[in-house]
């Protein structure tokens, strides 16, 4: 029996740690050819194709993408999963700060896609999966910068669903919770008591627990399957009940 992602190559870019490994290894899993897009690349997939890229330069980005579809014969599916974290309110970053996270996170979100266009527009199962947060749907303290990028990555995902629809690309995206992520985690290490911040963490969300990378690696698989192609311009909540639950307090 074929798998889901047979003869498909896929992007992640981020890929090397955390949520994007995850979602490296769940593409690999079903069938995909991989390509990691990364800063670091050294803790990438040994079956994929890692390039050195920085989403912050429209050069690296372009000449990355040029190099897997050089490499691997095309591009079908693009994750566009790199980040970067931000803390504080409105008064605790500084505009070369907001110009730095908007850049990664939302602007290096439409350099990569504009950047595998061409290669997307010859697809016949050609998708794109941001990865927003649950900042986008629900007001955190102490996030106001952060929040504001991963709100445009969903207006984003949406525009782009719009654009390309007739042209045979579906755009959607991934709303995680908090994760249980090396990013994460060194937030806790920061922490005065990490122990009593992760516990914190973790009881925020309904279900009580930290979000696997795997369970959102495996709704990105949803929304990259070729097997969902009625499925464009939504986001997918993996946030253990978050963003739409509202629990009585236990007795």
């Not at 911040?197 to 990378?213: I, M, S, T």
């Amino acid at each position: 029996m074929s798998k889901e992602f047979d003869g498909l190559v896929a992007i992640v870019t981020g890929g090397a740690s955390g949520i994007g490994a995850a979602v490296v290894s769940r593409l690999l899993e079903g069938g995909a050819r991989v390509a990691v897009l990364d800063l670091n690349i050294e803790g990438a997939d040994a079956a994929a194709f890692a390039v050195r890229a920085d989403v912050g330069d429209r050069a690296s980005v372009e000449s990355a993408v040029e190099a897997v579809a050089a490499e691997l014969g095309g591009i079908d599916i693009v994750v566009n999963n790199a980040g970067i974290g931000a803390q504080g309110t409105v008064a605790d970053n500084d505009d070369a700060e907001w110009a730095r996270v908007l850049s990664i996170n939302v602007t290096g979100m439409a350099r990569v896609s504009a950047a595998a266009l061409p290669y997307l527009r010859e697809s016949s199962a050609a998708a794109i999966v941001n990865t927003s947060s649950i900042a986008a749907t629900a007001g955190l303290p102490a996030r106001a910068l952060y929040s504001a990028s991963k709100g445009a990555v969903l207006s984003l995902t949406r525009a782009m669903a719009a654009d390309h629809l007739r042209e045979g690309i579906r755009v959607n995206c991934v709303n995680p919770g908090t994760a249980d992520t090396p990013w994460v985690g060194r937030l806790l290490d920061s922490a005065a008591d990490p122990a009593a911040e992760r516990a914190a963490l973790a009881a925020r969300q309904p279900h009580g627990r930290l979000v696997e990378p795997s369970e959102i690696a495996e709704a990105v698989a949803y929304l990259a399957s070729p097997r969902n192609s009625s499925t464009t311009g939504t986001s997918i909540a993996v946030d253990g009940g978050m963003q739409e639950l509202r629990l009585r307090p236990q007795q």
